[in-house]
């Protein structure tokens, strides 16, 4: 039996026909094939409260568990199930005869929801996104389960498939960073939209069946214990840039070309408070004929340490060359050991050129404005 969704474009509008066997029906995408206790689709601003009936789902739907459970099946059999007190919005989805022009996409956005992608090839998986208030899920061919809690915080649980082995892949991403599950029981947790998803850990001693919304309460211990890893280590790398004695530099009295002192200089000399922000750019002189020595560095533009007029600090850190700024937001840059690069800077208060070595291989152009 083949399934299709016909999209016709008409002077009128989108007219949206499913042929299953010879019967049309208008804009379902799908049934609520198993519900208990409390459950509900709110359609339209009205609320559709269910009793055990199949009952078709549409574009827009939420679907809402009280003390109840809810388990739709889409078109392509792909399934999604919801456990109690979870909210679900069928954001947008349609089938075309070409696979690669369907697409499927949902928020999810309270208490636990588990989703398996269709068996039936009707939606390329690169076309099938989910998103919970602070994460975005990328499926290649899986089965996973997200848990959120009120606050947007995001539980994803990649499962295995039925000969324990993972089921696909996920790539979970938000403006924080980007993390992949590919391992069976791979969980990641993100807590808000800026903050990066923690490093995918394998939770021991649970299965599908037992994750729920006592996750939001009491998150798997494995994940507790990664949170608690990557929160002490931004902590411990907030305290270096604190801890290195700023005010005790003194490059004018330095000999810049002197190789042993280059190497002294490193991350824990840069004082974060030594930043001109009023700077008379008719001051600013060409920098071009600064000359210096950094291991296997030739540097034309900066020297090494604290730059006053660029505001960047320049040192080594194990052979690689580090270029600094924290005037209006971080820019840091880490070259390679004898790499060749130009940086070409233009922000309100310094225009100007640094080049490193020849300066042909890596070309870097940062434009800050206020």
Known sequence: MLLFKLIKKTHLGILNLLFISGISFADSIGDIVESTGISQIVRNNEEI???????????????????????????????????????????????????????????FTMGTARFASGRLGLVNKANIDIKTPTA?????????????????????????????????????????????????????MVSSLDSSPTQ?????????????????????????????????DEQDQDRGLLDGDFLEFTELEEDELEEDELNDFNELDIDELDVEYLVDVLDIIDS??????????????????????????????????????????????????????????????WDGIITGNEGEDILIYINQVN
């Open 49 to 107: 409260v269910l009793s055990g009936n199949i009952v078709p789902v549409e574009l827009n739907d939420e679907a809402k568990t009280g003390n109840g459970r809810m388990l739709i099946e889409f078109l392509d059999k792909a399934q999604l199930s919801l456990k109690e007190h979870s909210e679900v919005l069928i954001d947008e989805i349609y089938y075309d005869p070409d696979p690669s022009l369907s697409k499927m996409s949902m928020k």
């Open 136 to 188: 975005s899920i990328a499926v290649r061919g899986t089965d996973f389960t997200t848990t959120v809690d009120e606050l947007g915080r995001s539980l994803i649980i990649l499962l295995p498939d039925e000969n324990g082995d993972p089921s696909g892949e996920i790539i979970v991403s938000n403006q924080g960073g980007v993390v992949t599950l590919n391992e069976a029981y791979a969980a990641t």
């Open 200 to 232: 995918s850990i394998k939770v021991n001693g649970i299965t599908a069946a037992t994750i729920d919304n006592m996750f939001i309460v009491s998150p798997p211990e494995e994940v507790e214990d990664r949170i608690k890893e990557e929160l002490a």
């Open 288 to 349: 071009s004929d600064l000359f210096d020595n950094l291991g296997e560095f030739d540097i034309k533009g900066a020297a090494r340490g604290f730059n006053e007029q660029s505001q960047y600090n320049v040192y080594l850190e194990d052979g690689n060359l580090v270029l600094y700024r924290n005037v209006n937001g971080k820019i840091r840059i880490k070259i390679g050991a004898g790499g060749n690069f130009t940086l070409n800077t233009i922000t309100p208060t």
